[in-house]
């Protein structure tokens, strides 16, 4: 049973995967390049994806774009779940309804509105079947997750799972504040002023309770704005770092490469589907 390894490497690929987790409360984000699948089979979990709360309920089918920090805050139950976590190229190659695609790339959590009784059987069989290291196996594995998520798209909700700003702590209002306003030219300071925090009780409780700082968190935000447009878009780099909240296209190199172990003219190489024609662009 897999547990989340505070030691892994930030965007260390999980790859085609289907395991049972343990539930627990996450100290820090995660992030990998890959579109992720949870199934609940008692309890909930709750996620803070991208500055929002969200939750995922027993029996629901929830997915994101792991690349944007999510990290368990809270759960019910200590029963195992399923993950499947399914390289981004592979998503976009699967021809989903493209309104899915957006709302997946734009930092959405969504969740099956029908209870499918049929997901934990299949679930298990995926499983196994990659965990035996045969390649039959194996593609049908990927041909069944592809069949799973055109019927996703289909009772997918129409709205965000996100609760009420209401029960938002002092952290995650921080954490909201930066996921709305990361285009903008942040310092930790005019972060915290918004939420009417002292800067460095601030940058402390930040810490304390994300693991991060304040303005890795601010970076992180940028990079998965600039890799969903490097996929998605033939924006020319130098605009997308712009768009993204960077103000310079070095800085902008710099934190990508860093984050990524590519740059952003790579990342789009080997990210963009296949039949994507791409104009030159600005490095």
């Not at 999980?14 to 100290?27: D, I, K, L, N, V």
């Not at 069949?147 to 209002?173: I, N």
């Not at 704005?225 to 296209?249: E, K, W, Y």
């Amino acid at each position: 049973m897999k547990q989340f390894d505070i030691k892994r490497p930030e965007f260390s690929p999980y790859g085609f995967t289907c395991e049972s987790w343990t539930p627990t409360r996450m100290t820090r984000p995660d992030r990998h390049n890959e579109i992720e699948l949870n199934l609940m089979m008692a309890g909930s979990l709750t996620y803070l994806l991208g500055g929002q709360r969200t939750t995922i309920e027993t029996g629901r089918l929830g997915m994101f774009w792991a690349a944007i920090p999510h990290q368990i805050v809270e759960f019910q139950g200590d029963a195992p779940y399923f993950v499947v976590t399914l390289p981004l190229g592979e998503f976009l190659r699967a021809g989903l309804n493209p309104t899915l695609v957006q709302r997946i790339l734009q930092g959405e959590l969504l969740t099956d509105m029908a209870q499918v009784g049929s997901d934990e059987r299949m679930f298990r069989r995926w499983e196994q079947d990659l965990q035996s290291n045969e390649p039959v196996l194996e593609r049908a594995a990927q041909l069944e997750v592809q069949a799973r998520l055109l019927r996703f798209a289909r009772g997918m909700t129409t709205t965000a799972v996100t609760s009420s700003a209401m029960v938002l702590s002092r952290a995650d209002k921080l954490a909201c504040y930066i996921a709305q306003n990361y285009q903008l030219p942040l310092t930790s300071q005019s972060i915290a002023a918004a939420i009417g925090l002292h800067p460095n009780y601030a940058m402390d409780l930040f810490r304390r309770t994300f693991g991060t700082t304040i303005t890795a968190f601010v970076v992180q935000h940028r990079i998965s704005h600039a890799q969903r447009l490097l996929v998605t878009t033939h924006d020319a780099i130098l605009n997308i770092a712009l768009a993204s909240g960077f103000q310079s296209l070095s800085r902008f190199n710099e934190a990508f490469k860093s984050t990524c172990r590519c740059s952003p003219r790579d990342y789009r190489k080997a990210h963009q589907p296949a039949d994507a024609s791409q104009p030159s662009s600005t490095r």
